[in-house]
């Protein structure tokens, strides 16, 4: 959740032609959403301890709205990046029309009613599998914090709870924050002990801790609100464009959802819940195209994994978090807060594993209720 935060907004932001403190408000303003989108899934919605947050599957459509000719002649970097945002901000109003449409309507039930176990074990799966662009690349950035960060989600999650046995499951369920807080001290290390002092620019932004330019562009107390860019404009090609990814997300995401009530321990999700939920989604896509955050939204596959590795599959712990993600992006905690992408890719690689499991143990179940 929180590499789709701030790595997204970090990709499409500079392109935009905003600065630090567009990319500042860009980050608060998605973790203001995802907290809410989150809640309204898990009381609504599905009712299932899912994470809806930003996706990568919108940004190609979103990329693609930059580099439309109509932005060209804006010489002001700042007006150039509060056009393209009104624009995407139209797109996704329009994108959001058909997962309401289809969730609502019951459209979805009637698909998703035909998805036998057989069928869900390759759709699990290929939700995995769109970790893998992510996982690898961000690793091999910068393998010196990468490759730890690897090593240490391993070793707390697999590895230390089979040692050091103890009444309460602690290694295992904060494998992730143990981790990350470990190889983030030893990257804080490497950067005042000067070992990329003389590194390329591009090298610097992968190995120190100091180079986001997100905590002096960060107001302390911001509240984001709708239509913050302006009055959203609306293009039939960017519309259609950006319909097409919410299809994508729309599919990738009932893939999410039958893997996070398998890793619950739910019983399975009826058609009609699924599509309730693929609903209450396009109503996230909405709040993304009212708020302005550059990107839609779609169940995220890396908090899918997380249940897995932690065993915690409660709805009140979904919902006490993201209080805590409309708290912070208030307070724009996750501004101020210093991420490395070689971390996220880490632990999307473990995501891949699990979600890849969970395909798979599909499949044995079709076997198992064969003999």
Known sequence: MLGTTVII??????????????????????LFVAGLNTLLQTLFGTRL??????????VVPTISIILAGRYNDIVDPHEKFKRIMRGTQGALIVASTLQIIIGFSGLWRNVTRYLSPLSAAPLVALAGFGLYEFGFPGVAKCIEIGLPQLIFLIVFSQYIPHVIRSEKPVFDRFAVIFSVAIVWLYAYLLTVGGAY??????????????????????PWIRIPYPFQWGAPTFDAGEAFAMMAASFVALVESTGAFIAVSRYASATQV????????IGWQGVGILLDGLFGTANGSSVSVENAGLLALTRV???????????????????????????????????????FVFSLEQGSSFSWTVQDQQR
């Open 313 to 351: 599959g409660s709805r009140r712990v979904v919902q006490i978090s993201a209080g805590f993600m409309i708290f912070f992006s208030i307070l724009d905690g996750e501004a101020c807060s210093v991420t490395i992408s070689e971390k996220e890719g880490s632990k999307r690689l473990c995501a």
């Open 197 to 218: 002092k003389n590194a390329a620019p591009k090298t610097q932004s992968h190995y120190r801790v100091d180079r986001s330019g997100l905590v002096s562009a960060a």
């Open 9 to 30: 907004p970090t990709i499409l932001v500079p392109q935009m032609g905003g600065g630090n403190d567009e990319k500042a408000r860009v980050i608060q303003t998605l």
């Open 49 to 58: 301890p899912a994470v809806i947050g930003g996706s990568y599957t919108f």
């Open 270 to 277: 009826p058609s009609s819940i699924l599509s309730r939920g």
